[in-house]
């Protein structure tokens, strides 16, 4: 994905800001947790962001060390969120909030089939892995905004 000359540039940059973002929510995700468990899944999901922040400054199409790079954040990125989510929802089902732990499990159980079903590296194998992340993001989102002290 990306590597296309052309559009490189405009995914790559979608990458590094989509990790930003991602980055910050992590942070308001930790400072919220309460328990371990939750703290080590959002430091887990920090992680994550980071390594998707790294695929946008290490493309493919980049000079030979950022390139060489490039599979290492990608396999940190797709690894980091299934684990982060077993903890984070292990984490959950700890603090009482069950439906929601069993959702972020199977969300990184959702996250890790797509690799060994198609046995291969695509662009639509990296989007269906992807998916899981991003339903858990505004679920989660949501539940901190619902939490968050009204002003």
Same mark, same amino acid.
């Given at each position: 994905m990306g590597a296309a000359v052309g559009s490189d540039l405009a995914f790559n940059s979608g990458l590094i800001v989509g990790g930003i973002f991602a980055i910050i929510f992590a942070i308001g995700l930790l400072i919220a947790q309460k328990g371990i468990l939750g703290r080590i899944g959002a430091v887990m999901f920090l992680i994550d962001a980071i390594s998707l922040m790294g695929i946008g400054l290490c493309p493919m199409t980049a000079a030979s060390i950022l390139s060489q790079s490039h599979f290492y954040v990608s396999m940190t990125f797709f690894a980091m969120f299934p684990l982060a989510a077993f903890v984070l929802g292990a984490g959950a089902i700890r603090a009482k909030s069950r439906m929601f732990g069993?959702?972020? !499990? /199977?969300?990184?159980? /959702?996250?890790?089939?797509?690799?060994? !079903?198609?046995?291969?590296?695509?662009?639509?194998?990296?989007? !269906?892995?992807?998916?899981?992340?991003l339903v858990w993001c505004v679920v989660q989102g949501v539940m901190l905004y619902r939490a968050a002290p009204s002003k």
């Open positions: 069993l959702l972020t !499990i /199977i969300l990184g159980i /959702i996250a890790i089939l797509p690799w060994p !079903i198609t046995m291969s590296i695509n662009a639509t194998t990296e989007a !269906i892995a992807v998916a899981p992340v």
